[in-house]
């Protein structure tokens, strides 16, 4: 179906923060400036505009219902103009002809209504917003899916798969559950999984947990992981899953290690970490970058002409080390979609990049990362300084004051603060979002050790850690200025 004369029309493939952002921007943009645009969504799921952030939240039951989740329904943004189809999947792009190609995965009906099983739309703009999917171990067996107890935790219908199995509704019974890397999602629907009184094991290539943080702060994560009943396994590798006959429903029973371990299991969870989802887009000849994402201008336009993407499929610049990174989050996600729908509505946005923030909760142990660690920064050619501290959430004589530990990575010869790292208990976490404004800013840990930081009791010590780290880190940059050359 083409746009009819004098009308531009938008196909979005993804409708969820990235696409649905953008659909909704661009549709108000348009109509403030008197454009005609129509907006076509494709989503192949059963929801839009949802966190998957809370899924592992909802697994754990500290989410009581699926439709916490979801900011947004499809009711919703049709209501708001958007021709949006759901479970539909685009399956091929044509640049040429300006086509995607459709199909339905639900047996062709929609809110009650019969439909076509799969077609093909015209566009004059299209934003792809494809997301990322679970990375996968190269290991025989692990292309198994929900129906065989193997589950990613990506999207709403994975968490439902995943709950189905946990819960016993999908007629099994689950006392054993073996999750694959020690990533965010990976830790985080551990802990689900022991709230649940399963009996859980993490596999973990890598020294400690949670790569993108230092080995001596991945310790004290380690420690807590397992202080909570979770079986941590480092310096283990998979090297295979091992699967029941088909005749007793093809289940997953075990596990096994390199090492020549086997970890009994009923489901097995993938925790180690997303790819950029960009088949469409590698397929449809859509430029990559460095990454492997889909590569974007600082207005989410690709290299093919009329060609937009946004969220977890695209590449974004890393505003320390300069280069193009894959950095999934749902925050970025929005921002990102919020600034190609202006664009394409007529609008001018950018998306200026990102230091790498995140942060976490596992267990009763808070986790926040920013900028570079020691490793990244080495790789991006700095000579680094770092700086850890031990100290308090608050003052130490004041009740319910938890430990916390933060560590600074800062350029030798500038000072210039590269990266910082925060592990503790409540009340911890939050801190890094001081350190991610300093690391944005380009602030020197000098000038980080003059910030004006609040200061109650309740809330801090006289000297923040933040502070504490920043002196120490000072010193440090100082001493390396006064080594012979």
């Known amino acids: 179906m083409a746009a009819r004369a004098g009308r531009t029309r938008l196909v979005v493939v993804g409708g969820d923060a990235a696409g649905m952002a953008g659909a909704s921007q661009a549709l108000q943009q348009a109509a403030a400036r008197g454009r005609d645009l129509e907006v076509v969504a494709f989503e192949r799921g059963s929801a839009t505009s949802y966190s998957a952030c809370g899924i ?24 708001r103009g958007v021709d949006l189809r759901m479970r539909t999947e685009v399956v091929g792009v044509d640049l040429a002809a300006r086509t995607v190609s459709w199909r339905r995965t639900d047996g062709g009906r929609d809110g009650g209504h019969d439909g076509p099983r799969e077609g093909v739309e015209g566009f004059d703009e299209l934003l792809l917003a494809t997301g ?4 996968r171990p190269l290991a ?67 020294a400690t947990p949670l790569g993108t943080v230092d080995d001596d702060m991945g310790e004290l994560i380690a420690e807590a992981v397992r202080g909570e009943g979770v079986h941590l396994l480092t310096g283990e590798e998979v090297c295979g899953l091992e699967l029941g006959p088909p005749a007793q429903g093809g289940r997953v029973r075990a596990v096994h290690t390199a090492s020549g371990r086997e970890l009994p299991c009923d489901v097995v969870v993938l925790g180690l970490g997303v790819e950029p989802g960009v088949e469409l887009a590698r397929e449809a000849g859509v430029p990559l970058g460095e990454s492997g994402a889909i590569a974007v201008d ?17 590449e974004v610049r890393h505003r320390v080390s300069g280069r193009g990174v894959h950095v999934p989050l749902g925050t970025h996600a929005n921002k990102q979609g919020r600034v190609a729908g202006i664009n394409l509505g007529g609008g001018y946005a950018t998306f200026p990049g990102v230091v790498g923030t995140a942060i976490t909760k596992v267990c009763r142990v808070e986790i926040g990362r920013t900028g570079l660690s020691t490793e990244e920064a080495e790789q991006a050619g700095f000579r680094v300084v770092t700086a850890a501290v031990d100290s308090t959430t608050t003052a130490g004589y004041m009740p319910g004051s938890e430990p916390v530990r933060v560590k600074l990575v800062a350029d030798e010869g500038s000072g210039r603060l590269l990266g910082g790292q925060v592990v503790g208990r409540s009340g911890a976490g939050k801190r890094v979002d001081a350190l991610a404004i300093c690391v944005w800013n380009a602030m020197t840990v000098e000038e980080v050790l003059g910030l004006d930081l609040a200061y109650a009791p309740p809330f801090a010590p006289v000297w923040d850690p933040v502070l504490i780290a920043a002196r120490k880190a000072a010193q440090a940059v100082e001493a390396a200025c006064q080594r012979p050359a």
């Open 56 to 79: 592992p939240y909802w697994v754990g039951g500290v989410v009581g219902d699926r439709e916490e989740l979801v900011a947004r329904t499809p009711e919703e943004h049709r209501r």
């Open 132 to 135: 990322a999917v679970p990375r």
């Open 140 to 206: 025989p067996g692990f292309d198994a899916g929900p129906e065989a107890g193997v589950h990613g935790v990506q999207t709403l219908d994975d968490g439902s798969a995943l709950l189905a199995d946990l819960d016993g509704s999908s007629g099994h019974r689950v006392e054993r559950v073996v999750v694959v890397g020690g990533g965010y999602i990976g830790l985080e629907v551990a802990e689900a999984c022991v709230v649940r009184g399963l009996h859980v094991t993490v596999v973990q290539r890598g």
């Open 298 to 314: 600082v207005g989410q336009r690709t290299r093919a002409e009329g060609v937009w993407a946004a969220g977890d499929c695209t």
